[in-house]
């Protein structure tokens, strides 16, 4: 998935901007990690949004904005949003391909997942993204694809915050399978 090329902003949630009812300031993350890349400055393409049902253009207008002590973030203004979670990418091939319960592993045994996940984490993969999150102590993602089905299995992926790529000699690499209801394999026992 390019993800320096494209824009896919995980939007999880979003605040309705005071003597505003038309702007929202949308609450979620960026798949790119590069600080030096801004949002909008990746495409001059229309925007989508995908939610877990319909894919529908964005008719509004976003801006970027920066905000002291938590950096650039988006705002969408004349739009009204369904609901959330959504992805918001400038890529209008991709669709929602999953949501649900999943386990995970990881390639270093030294993970610790004791609050990994509490609010929603990318993760990259060779054919999706995804927000991985923990609900009611369960790992859940909400994924997303060009293709109706990936061929992996598990899903791979890492989390851009964390590694640079699957190259990264010092990242971590996510095996995600999809519903399972364990919630992530314990290596003391390895």
């Known amino acids: ?29 960026d798949f790119c990690d590069d600080p030096k890349t801004r949002f909008l400055d990746r495409t001059s393409r229309p925007l989508w949004i995908i939610d877990h049902d319909l894919s529908y253009p964005v008719n509004g207008r976003v801006v970027e904005y920066h905000q002291q002590r938590i950096g650039w973030n988006l705002r969408l203004t004349g739009q009204p949003i369904r609901k959330t979670p959504f992805l918001l990418t400038s890529d209008s091939t991709i669709r929602h391909i999953y949501s649900g319960p999943v386990s995970i592993d990881t390639d270093q045994s030294s993970f610790d997942f004791t609050d990994a996940f509490e609010q929603p984490v990318p993760l990259c993969g060779r054919e999706w993204i995804g927000a991985v999150h923990r609900i009611n102590g ?23 915050w964390w590694s640079e790529d699957f190259q990264d000699p010092d990242g971590v690499i996510f095996k995600v399978t999809i519903g399972s209801s364990v919630r992530h394999h314990d290596h003391s026992n390895d």
């Open 1 to 29: 998935m390019d993800t320096v090329n494209n824009l896919y902003y995980y939007v999880a949630g979003f605040v309705v901007m005071q003597n505003s009812e038309e702007t929202i300031r949308l609450q979620g993350f």
């Open 138 to 160: 369960q790992l859940s993602v909400d994924a997303f694809s060009p293709y109706r089905e990936v061929s992996e299995d598990p899903l791979e992926g890492f989390c851009p």
